[in-house]
């Protein structure tokens, strides 16, 4: 659950602001995924952990109003993970995520429900659940020949060479920067993400859209449309949404950044998490809307 505060900039450390307002959200990096795959009509499930408690409730009913196939999202005796988020009057946020049931998802709990990702196309996971998990998921989708795409969000240490079973890796700048040491070219960037396994690179950058770096071994800079930012929240989770399910839809990669570009870009015109993702519909009217109708892409070999 988000419990977010609408602040004029972000305390220092020590320092007590007031703020404009605060509101409750359904997220979580997953559900906010699922949610946004659902929004774009395309068929959803979540495997996930909520406690028992009000929190969980109320997220698994949001889910199932969503369209989210919630058979998977079990119960378990710990407070449901929630994420106190300040927003400032630029749109940008401050997040502290406390995982709570998210921990109880464990390597056994995926190995016990390992058919379940017989019937998948893709999957979507992020790092708000443990890394021992998520490096079993990724051995199951590489068993499995699965497309997994990993949000390597909240940022923390990544054993190199780990996550090969991995197949698009989506950091953000500030996320990318953690993970290279704060390597200072493009290139470099590339070549160090490159390290932890992962097949496939997209690197969000906010305004200034997204750079792919693919198997062919080559950059393609994908250009995001402008847009009045209210709230960055969920935007990276509105990105790998809809590049999931432009891959579904048999959209190359560099088709389906473009359209997780404006599905992102959209959401960042809204409050909230779950709240700010886009319908189907939305997209593709202002795909249709772009005056930029072409991808920019650069060859370079790394």
């Known amino acids: 659950m988000d419990l977010v505060s609408s602040v004029p900039r972000i305390p220092r450390a020590g320092e007590t602001i007031f703020g404009h307002d605060f509101q409750t959200h359904a997220g979580g990096k997953g559900a906010n995924q699922a949610v946004g795959v659902a929004r774009l009509e395309y068929p959803v499930k979540m495997l996930g952990m909520v406690g028992r408690d009000a929190f969980g ?10 369209g989210v196939d919630i058979t998977e999202v079990s119960e378990v005796n ?26 109880h998802l464990t390597p056994d709990v995926l190995r016990s429900r390992k058919e379940i990702f017989r019937h998948a196309g893709v999957v979507l996971a992020q790092l708000e659940i443990p890394l021992e998990t998520v490096q079993c998921l990724a051995e199951i989708c590489s068993e499995l020949k699965l497309p997994l795409i990993l949000d390597p969000a909240p940022a923390q240490a990544l054993p190199n060479g780990e996550l090969r079973g991995v197949t698009w890796l989506t950091p953000n700048e500030t996320e990318a920067q953690f993970y290279t040491n704060g390597a200072s070219s493009e290139e470099g960037v ?19 859209g997204a750079v792919l770096f693919g198997e062919d071994r080559s950059l393609h800079r994908i250009p995001a449309p402008k847009v009045q930012a209210v709230d960055t929240t969920a935007a990276g989770d509105a990105f790998n949404a809809a590049f999931a399910v432009g891959l579904m839809n ?3 990669p560099v088709e389906s950044a473009r359209f997780a570009t404006v599905a992102a870009a959209l959401s960042v015109t809204r409050s909230g998490a779950q709240p700010s993702l886009a319908t189907k519909r939305e997209v593709l009217m202002a795909l249709e809307r772009s005056i930029d109708g072409h991808v920019h892409s650069a060859e370079k070999n790394l």
Do not use: C, H
Request: glycine share 12%; hydrophobic share 45%; proline share 2%.
């Open 250 to 252: 048999g959209d190359t």
């Open 190 to 208: 590339m070549a160090m993400l490159l390290q932890l396994g992962a097949k496939g690179i997209i690197l969000k950058r906010g305004a200034l």
């Open 57 to 66: 409730d109320q997220l698994r009913l949001q889910l199932k109003r969503e």
């Open 78 to 103: 710990a407070a449901t993970g929630t994420a106190t988020i300040l927003v400032d009057d630029a749109g940008e946020n401050s997040i502290v995520v406390s995982p709570g049931a998210n921990l």
